[in-house]
């Protein structure tokens, strides 16, 4: 790229559209909404009245919830649709007319269609329909407004090749942060994924003899991750795009939906929440503890690998002589260990210790079930985590747990052999290839038949 600014746009950042396509997808919700209330208020008032009570009103109740309930099953809000405004039309009329039909079949059923008016539950049906066309049309260019063009954020990586992005997309080199994806660290992977978090697509444009580092690097993040080549180079690709008159392999994606997301973030905030509340008289409890024992603080804070590989702060009960805290953890904790103090004992065995990462989770760095986050020194064998197996960063594209899976098969304690850190990485890949809510709530009720053991000194 020669001599070319780093970034193409004015800031150096790009358009988070994630809010940009929540928000639009509820622009299409209140459309719908609001049509079939017009659609049956209309003929309610030429039928029966100006007043707020009748048949009109408890018709659009009673198909309201049916329908959106439809339309979303129906995918008639999902994200492919805010930019193809006749699929999202398409989808929403069926969605409708089945609702029609279910409460028809219910009015029947019960014997209630007498009490209801035929000429306002037709005329309404039909008003609605037309409605629903019209406000999807004026939703959809407010969408469009809304979205400014783009549907997704596309960050390009510009590595070792001569490769011109298209205008107006974000773009930059490796080598302008100081990021070489075949020597880095966790502070380099923290440096990167900063840069790239709001992107949508991830481009990296490069010579074949890089794929696979960076096919590397790209799976470690929560990211649909794209190499721009024509040769598959023995890579595990997932899909192929398209990126202008070029050929892209898809070598990783979001690990979960939004909606997976947001039931999964559902479940943290009430389980954590609930037992913060609960546990507090521990929790104040371990704290004058530890602070009657020895000087200086109750909480021990250390730097751990989260999701997209970017560092953050973890919580943990002070279980060590505050002067011979180790807060990289290069050294193994031992049996007997003279750095831990007798409370610092307890606490660990019974794993109380961990249980200020409820704050983390409350704060949206972690999640109550996950993979474990590590140390950045943490070793197996003498070797760094990430020199046992080239897949160990994988394990980043999803938030890191308070307990996980590995944890319930009793894969815990120190690493001192390649095969500790081995065996519950096999753990951990094989949650997030197999995630779901209800394999979540198992592993916390799980979780507390193991919260005691003897692998923790």
């Given at each position: 790229?020669?001599?070319?600014?780093?970034?193409?746009?004015?800031?150096?950042?790009?358009?988070?559209?994630?809010?940009?396509?929540?928000?639009?997808?509820?622009?299409?919700?209140?459309?719908?909404?609001?049509?079939?209330?017009v659609?049956?208020?209309?003929?309610?008032?030429?039928?029966?009245?100006?007043?707020?009570?009748?048949?009109?009103?408890?018709?659009?109740?009673?198909?309201?919830?049916?329908?959106?309930?439809?339309?979303?099953?129906?995918?008639?809000?999902?994200f492919?649709?805010?930019?193809?405004?006749n699929?999202?039309?398409?989808?929403?009329?069926?969605s409708?007319?089945?609702?029609?039909?279910?409460v028809?079949?219910?009015?029947?059923?019960?014997k209630?269609g007498?009490?209801?008016?035929?000429?306002v539950?037709?005329?309404?049906?039909?008003?609605?329909?037309?409605?629903i066309?019209?406000?999807?049309?004026?939703?959809?260019?407010?969408?469009?407004?809304?979205?400014?063009?783009?549907?997704?954020?596309?960050?390009?990586?510009?590595?070792?090749v001569?490769f011109?992005?298209?205008?107006?997309?974000?773009?930059?080199?490796p080598q302008?942060?100081?990021?070489?994806?075949?020597?880095?660290g966790?502070?380099?992977?923290?440096t990167?994924?900063?840069r790239?978090?709001?992107?949508?697509?991830?481009?990296i444009?490069?010579?074949?003899?890089?794929?696979?580092?960076?096919?590397?690097?790209?799976?470690?993040?929560?990211?649909?991750g794209?190499?721009?080549a024509?040769?598959?180079?023995?890579?595990?690709?997932i899909?192929?795009?398209?990126?202008?008159?070029g050929?892209?392999?898809?070598?990783?994606?979001?690990?979960?939906?939004?909606?997976?997301?947001?039931?999964k973030?559902f479940?943290?905030?009430?389980?954590a929440?609930?037992?913060?509340?609960?546990?507090?008289?521990?929790?104040?409890?371990?704290?004058?503890?530890?602070?009657?024992?020895?000087?200086?603080?109750?909480?021990?804070?250390?730097?751990?690998?989260?999701?997209?590989?970017?560092?953050?702060?973890?919580?943990?009960?002070?279980?060590?002589?505050?002067?011979?805290?180790?807060?990289?953890?290069?050294?193994?904790?031992?049996r007997?260990?003279?750095?831990?103090?007798r409370v610092?004992?307890?606490?660990?065995?019974?794993?109380?210790?961990?249980?200020?990462?409820?704050?983390?989770v409350?704060?949206?760095?972690?999640?109550i079930?996950?993979?474990?986050?590590?140390?950045?020194?943490?070793?197996a064998?003498?070797k760094?985590y990430?020199?046992?197996?080239?897949?160990?960063r994988?394990?980043?594209?999803?938030?890191?747990?308070?307990?996980?899976?590995?944890?319930?098969?009793?894969?815990?304690?120190?690493?001192e052999?390649?095969?500790?850190?081995?065996?519950r990485?096999?753990?951990?890949?094989?949650?997030?290839?197999?995630?779901?809510?209800?394999?979540?709530?198992?592993?916390?009720?799980?979780?507390?038949?193991?919260?005691?053991?003897?692998?923790?000194?």
């Open positions: 790229m020669g001599d070319a600014a780093p970034w193409s746009s004015t800031d150096g950042k790009v358009v988070d559209r994630k809010f940009r396509r929540i928000l639009s997808s509820v622009v299409l919700i209140a459309a719908d909404i609001l049509a079939v209330f659609g049956f208020l209309l003929p309610h008032a030429v039928y029966i009245g100006p007043h707020w009570s009748g048949h009109g009103i408890v018709m659009a109740s009673t198909l309201l919830p049916l329908f959106i309930g439809v339309s979303l099953s129906h995918h008639a809000y999902s492919d649709v805010l930019t193809n405004g699929a999202g039309i398409a989808r929403t009329l069926r409708f007319l089945f609702a029609v039909l279910i028809a079949l219910m009015a029947y059923a019960i209630a007498a009490d209801f008016s035929r000429a539950f037709l005329s309404g049906t039909a008003i609605s329909l037309a409605f066309v019209v406000f999807r049309l004026i939703a959809t260019n407010m969408v469009g407004r809304i979205l400014g063009g783009s549907l997704h954020s596309i960050i390009v990586v510009v590595d070792d001569d011109v992005p298209q205008k107006d997309d974000v773009w930059f080199t302008s942060i100081g990021f070489d994806p075949a020597r880095y966790p502070y380099d992977l923290d990167f994924a900063s790239v978090r709001s992107a949508d697509r991830l481009l444009a490069c010579s074949q003899e890089r794929y696979q580092q960076w096919a590397s690097v790209l799976r470690g993040l929560a990211v649909q794209e190499i721009l024509e040769a598959d180079g023995g890579l595990g690709i899909a192929l795009g398209r990126y202008g008159k050929q892209t392999m898809q070598v990783s994606s979001r690990q979960l939906s939004l909606p997976d997301r947001i039931l973030r479940l943290d905030v009430i389980v929440g609930a037992a913060v509340i609960i546990l507090s008289p521990l929790l104040i409890a371990t704290a004058i503890a530890i602070r009657i024992e020895s000087r200086g603080p109750a909480l021990f804070i250390q730097s751990r690998i989260g999701r997209d590989n970017r560092l953050f702060p973890m919580y943990k009960f002070r279980s060590m002589f505050t002067e011979q805290c180790d807060a990289d953890a290069a050294q193994l904790t031992q007997n260990d003279a750095r831990v103090t610092g004992n307890f606490i660990r065995r019974m794993s109380i210790d961990e249980l200020p990462q409820l704050f983390n409350l704060k949206g760095d972690m999640s079930v996950g993979p474990r986050p590590h140390a950045l020194s943490a070793k064998a003498d760094l990430w020199d046992v197996d080239p897949r160990y994988h394990r980043h594209s999803m938030k890191p747990g308070i307990t996980g899976l590995a944890q319930v098969r009793g894969h815990r304690g120190n690493t052999k390649t095969e500790d850190l081995t065996n990485l096999q753990a951990d890949l094989e949650y997030l290839a197999n995630w779901s809510i209800w394999r979540d709530i198992s592993i916390i009720f799980q979780t507390i038949g193991v919260l005691r053991h003897d692998n923790a000194f």
